[in-house]
């Protein structure tokens, strides 16, 4: 009988470690798979990553452009790049919102009591907006190109601005679950997630060039993420010196990563 | 017999501006195969119970175990051999009810087929057929609670914790659900089920505890319970103050408790209804009381508690309300139905 008692082969250790590993993905796939299903299903959700691009490209090309020259380019290929990372920037309130809504209706309390992996639900919940923010850019690429967009970069550059364009949108969604796991309620989220929001998309580079800003604000709007992750992209899609935008955008987002989703898996751990 | 929940002493107090002793040393013992039911008022320390019980909080102090497993070391563990249905219906409100189920299944490390026959089966059994494929938002309150219960059961947990499970639904809705989950005991399913309703506990469990301000207050059968306190209550409706202070009086040999009278309503918990309604009313009738209303009745949490504990449920205010004596003066403004919000 004392076969019983022997203890596990060494070789086990790993073998658990993989396990882990599958089922965290595993767990992950099946709340992202759940996030984007819930998404196609309100309405508000899917007009908010396709319309409302749509609708501000629209406004700042016909109605705004006109009175905006920005010397050595035309305001659309300008412009472009600035709704992609505002588009993103705003979608990512949907992941506040949503996890938010998750506290409030239990859905939370009941995933804690399953034997899933503990980061499944918010590496679940940012995969999700990830999938989302690929269709945003898809969109925003078709809506450019019938507008006048010209991205003269070649392809491969253009991609790599995208790819920063979808790195920046990431962090950004731990930052906003940090928000959605700290607010009392859905409402809540989103009140506080719009102030945080707007000076960052709108006191950039995103629309007009930061030379035009007020001196004060000046600093601010040339360094923060949002104007250099712009420029980045716009050095990236239009031609330019890319190195050291993209190499400042990469250390934003890098840096909000590393900074966030330890606080977000904290504030999950210790919400009761 | 084998003991599937263990708890001994457990202690929670939640910060913040106000603290508050949820868990004041709470001990109990639920036996396999059994129906432990937790009754209590709002705020009794039930569901923070239930929350340390399925892991999803950690106590301050004292040992909690399931099937063996302490809930804080082996969380993983005890994770893989619960389910947990909740008051509030955690349901995905945009996935349909299959969804939810098969979501929950994969949840659990379920292979894919399983997960797809018990999602077919589940559906079935709890009559969700026809709205499998419905999103969640269309249903009814009656069928998220079923369909919250079945994606607890969809990994076959050997132990069940059921929190307030038929709170705020109708009496149909909630006729079903207990035949559910009766149906879940005969298969040997350990349930622990919160409750505060004493009909749902009479109902479904087979031992009951009333908890009270993070304490069990009373442990037993709900027999003996009952016995404790009486097994009816009788209600007598007067048309005054004064006649309702006499008719006390006139009512305090009937039960085990003294009478009650709030308003113009006096209550006494008996043992025999039918014999001490006849030798009430022939008591009245020999002091000329003619009452308003004269009624037996089942008693309820309210009533329970109120034997225990001499205060009502919801009384953290009403001091005035006290068990009154042969000079009685204990008479609250009768602003509220006895008995208001449990089920008859």
């Known amino acids: ?272 | 017999m084998p003991h599937a929940i263990e708890v001994e002493s457990l202690e929670k107090t939640f910060g913040g501006k106000h603290e508050v002793h949820a868990l004041d040393g709470v001990s109990l013992v639920v036996e396999e195969g059994t129906v432990f039911g937790l009754l209590g008022p709002n705020g009794s320390g039930k569901t923070t119970t239930v929350r340390i019980l399925t892991t999803i909080i950690k106590p301050d102090a004292g040992v909690a175990r399931v099937l063996d497993h302490d809930v804080v070391r082996d969380a993983s563990l005890v994770r893989s051999r619960i389910g947990l249905a909740g008051q509030y219906a955690a349901v995905d409100e945009n996935l349909t009810g299959k969804e939810n189920i098969q979501m929950v299944g994969h949840l659990n490390h379920l292979p894919r087929r399983t997960v797809n026959t018990r999602a077919t089966e589940l559906l079935q059994q709890f009559g969700l057929a026809e709205a499998a494929n419905r999103t969640v938002k269309t249903y009814s309150g009656g069928m998220r609670r079923r369909l919250d219960l079945a994606a607890a059961l969809v990994g076959r947990p050997p132990v069940l914790f059921l929190d307030e499970p038929t709170t705020g639904l109708d009496p149909q809705s909630r006729n079903d659900l207990w035949e559910v989950i009766e149906g879940l005991v005969g298969e040997g399913t350990t349930v622990l089920l919160t409750t505060q309703y004493l009909e749902e506990a009479d109902r479904l469990a087979s031992t009951l505890a009333v908890v009270d301000r993070g304490h069990v207050i009373a442990e037993g059968t709900p027999a003996t319970l009952k016995a404790q306190m009486g097994t009816t209550v009788l209600e007598v409706g007067l048309p005054s103050i004064e006649t309702a202070a006499t008719t006390a009086r006139l009512l305090e040999d009937l039960g085990p408790h003294t009478p009650v009278v709030n308003g113009t309503v006096v209550e006494v918990t008996v043992d025999n209804g039918p014999e001490a309604a006849m030798t009430g009313l022939r008591s009245l009738d020999a002091h000329a009381v003619v009452p308003t209303t004269f009624t037996l009745r089942e008693p309820s949490l309210d009533d329970v508690f109120l034997a225990l504990t001499g205060r009502r449920t919801e009384d953290e205010e009403a001091v005035g309300l006290l068990p009154t004596g042969p000079s009685g003066t204990g008479v609250l403004p009768a602003d509220r139905p006895v008995g208001a919000g449990e089920p008859r």
């Open chain 1, 1 to 272: 009988m004392t076969a019983i008692a022997t203890p596990p082969p060494r070789s086990v250790q790993p073998h658990r470690l993989l396990c882990a590993l599958r089922w965290g993905v595993s767990d992950t796939l099946t709340i992202a798979r759940r996030t984007i299903l819930s998404y196609t299903r309100i309405p508000e959700a899917l007009f908010f990553s396709t319309v409302q691009p749509i609708m501000f490209v629209l406004l700042f090309i016909y109605v705004f452009g006109g009175s905006i020259h920005i010397p050595g380019f035309s305001y659309v290929n300008y412009l472009m790049p600035g709704i992609f990372v505002q588009t993103v920037a705003f979608g990512s309130v949907n992941t506040s919102i949503g996890l938010a809504e998750d506290l409030q209706k239990g859905l939370i309390e009941r995933f804690r009591a399953l034997p899933m992996a503990r980061s499944a639900v918010l590496a679940g919940r940012t995969t999700a907006d990830l999938c989302r923010n690929v269709l945003t850019v898809i969109i925003i690429t078709a809506v450019g190109l019938i507008v006048g967009f010209r991205p003269t970069a070649g392809a491969f550059s253009y991609a790599a601005g995208i790819l920063l364009i979808l790195l920046f949108a990431y962090a950004l969604s731990w930052g906003f679950a940090v928000i959605g796991l700290s607010a009392p309620n859905s409402e809540v989220a989103q009140v506080i997630s719009f102030p945080l929001l707007f000076p960052l998309t709108f006191a950039s580079s995103a629309f007009v060039p930061v030379h035009n800003l007020p001196g004060w604000l000046q600093g601010f709007a040339t360094y923060q993420p949002v104007s250099v992750t712009v420029s980045a992209c716009r050095a990236l899609m239009l031609g330019g010196p890319t190195a050291t935008w993209v190499l400042q955008s990469l250390a934003w987002s890098v840096g909000l990563l590393a900074v966030l989703t330890p606080l977000a898996v904290h504030r999950y751990r210790t919400r009761t």
